[in-house]
Every structure is written in C-alpha cells, then in structure tokens.
C-alpha cells in the first residue's frame, strides 16, 4: 500500500507568486494534517481535516494560506501570495484516530 | 509557548554507547508518540503510549510515559549509526484528534 503522496517535492518560487501544494492521504483514513517545519519553530500544525471537513484551522498562519479537501483522496495547500518568510519544509500527514503517517515533504523556497 | 520540551537538543555519541532522551510538559496528555525523522523524510511513526507508567519496548529502543502522563522518556541501547536523526515527541490532549510536537533531539551516531 503507498504511503502519502506529496507534490511537488521542491517548488522555487518568486516572491509574490501563487503556490499550491497537494497531498493523497492513505486510502481510508479519515484524518488529514497540514504541517510546516522549520529551523527555528519545529514541526508546527497548520490546519487538519476529519472526513473531508476542515476541524482546526487555527494553526493557518495568515489569511494568503488556504487549504482545502475536495475528497477523501486529495488536498491542496495554497500560499497567495508567497512571501520569503513561508520557506519551509510542509508535511502532508494522514490517519486513523491519533497515529499518523507523514508524507516526504515539500520543500518550498521563496526568493 | 512550547508545551512539550525536548532534552537534549543535541546529542553525538559513538556508536555502543547508550543515551536517553527526554520530553517533558507541565500539562497532562491522554497519549504520547515518538517519532523519528530521517533527512530528506518525513517524520515516522515508533510507538504510542497511552497509560501513565506504561513501558513499551521495540528492539533497542524503550519507551515510558510518566505516572502523571506529562512526561516521557525514551532509552536507546549501544546505539548504532542507523539511529542517527531527528526524534521527536509528540502528544494528544483530552478529546482532540491533533498532536503537539516537541521541540526535537537531533542524535548523530558515529561508527
């Protein structure tokens, strides 16, 4: 069975532009976590989804991210417009109750 | 405000010796994970513990949760290079479904 599935694995952005990172979670679980890791904050949680129903969102940094699961097999992440500060490494993970199981990551650089 | 901090934030042992890592909280956790992150990787899943006092073992790796369920420890016997990365706690609160992650102990193992 494949894990998560992240992409792209690497985005180099401008300053300004659009980004959207997507995610297929393991097939039948019902959890869906968006994460950002970074040097100096950790491993923080931005925003998850039960059954394809955003839950928490508090985490989301601003108002220029958004996140949405359109069905149980997808979701995307999008930053608009990017700024330097949202370089990152963003972590799609997925679950059953409260184990989790991480996709490889995007690593996202704005210049 | 971390909730969960990690001791210690760095560890280099040669490869044999044993350490222990910890991960500490002034707040009460219904269940506790640990997680290893290789680089380039997202975070993996070791083992979960729910019961205060409660030790699981795995290989060379043993876990305990505290009695009061607000701390956590995990032991690594004659650790090997195959160890080395990123650990990270992890913990769930009450009846919510999200984790907080810890502040991380990255442990290099040298041959």
């Known amino acids: 069975d494949a894990g998560v599935i992240q992409s792209p694995r690497h985005e180099v952005t401008e300053m300004g532009q659009e980004v959207t990172l997507r995610c297929k979670p393991i097939?039948?679980?019902?959890?869906l976590f968006w994460y950002r890791q970074t040097m100096m904050r950790g491993l923080e949680l931005l925003i998850y989804?039960?059954?394809?129903?955003?839950?928490?969102d508090s985490g989301m940094p601003e108002d220029r991210f958004s996140a949405k699961m359109p069905n149980a097999s997808f979701s995307t992440l999008k930053i608009q417009p990017s700024e330097p500060r949202d370089s990152a490494v963003y972590f799609c993970?997925?679950?059953?109750?409260?184990?989790?199981?991480f996709g490889p990551g995007t690593r996202l650089t704005v210049t | 405000t971390q909730l969960l901090e990690q001791s210690p934030q760095f560890l280099s042992i040669q490869e044999g010796e044993n350490l222990t890592v910890y991960c500490n909280s002034s707040?009460?956790?219904?269940?506790l994970q640990w997680y290893r992150q290789e680089p380039g990787e997202g975070p993996v899943l070791l083992v979960t513990?729910?019961?205060?006092?409660e030790v699981k073992k795995l290989k060379r790796l043993t876990f305990q949760f505290g009695d009061a369920r607000k701390d956590s420890s995990l032991h690594i016997t004659a650790a090997q290079p195959g160890d080395t990365g990123l650990y990270l706690c992890?913990?769930?609160?009450?009846?919510?479904?999200?984790?907080?992650f810890g502040t991380g102990t990255r442990l290099q193992v040298f041959p």
């Open positions: 097939s039948g679980h019902d959890y």
């Open positions: 707040s009460v956790f219904s269940s």
């Open positions: 513990v729910v019961t205060g006092g």
């Open positions: 989804f039960n059954n394809n129903v955003p839950i928490d």
């Open positions: 993970a997925s679950g059953r109750g409260y184990e989790q199981y």
């Open positions: 992890a913990g769930a609160r009450g009846n919510t479904d999200k984790l907080i």
